[in-house]
Nanobody, 124 residues
């Protein structure tokens, strides 16, 4: 089993920045890919970004490209999401995810473990 603990959410004005962190514990050697999904009230959960364990491949939703950056520190078993130029439509609960395999990083089914989530609220 893998446990994921997110931190770094909060309230920020539009145009501001936040950095989310996700620390993994447990069977971390089995993790192939980590990433982030988000869910706003009344909306479906959507893919945000993902990164492979090697760090050589990253994936982003079109809505966050150029504003968000995902990175990871394997020594700390931690993945980060740097969010810049935040918009009110970025308001959501952000969930950290980890998967042991898979080929399509944007699919929820590719991930075996999910964190509880951290709230990000962007005011206009």
């Amino acid at each position: 089993q893998v446990q994921l603990a997110e931190s770094g959410g909060g309230l920020v004005q539009a145009g501001g920045s936040l950095r989310l962190s996700c620390a993994a514990s447990g069977r971390t050697f089995s993790i192939y890919r980590m990433g982030w999904f988000r869910q706003a009230p009344g909306k479906e959960r959507e893919f945000v970004a993902a990164i492979r364990r090697s760090g050589d491949s990253t994936y982003y939703a079109e809505s966050v490209k150029g504003r968000f950056t995902i990175s990871r520190d394997n020594a700390k078993n931690t993945v980060y999401l740097q969010m810049n130029s935040l918009k009110p439509e970025d308001t959501a609960v952000y969930h950290c995810v980890a998967g042991e395999g898979g080929f399509v990083p944007t699919r929820t089914q590719e991930y075996d473990y999910w964190g509880q989530g951290t709230q990000v609220t962007v005011s206009s």
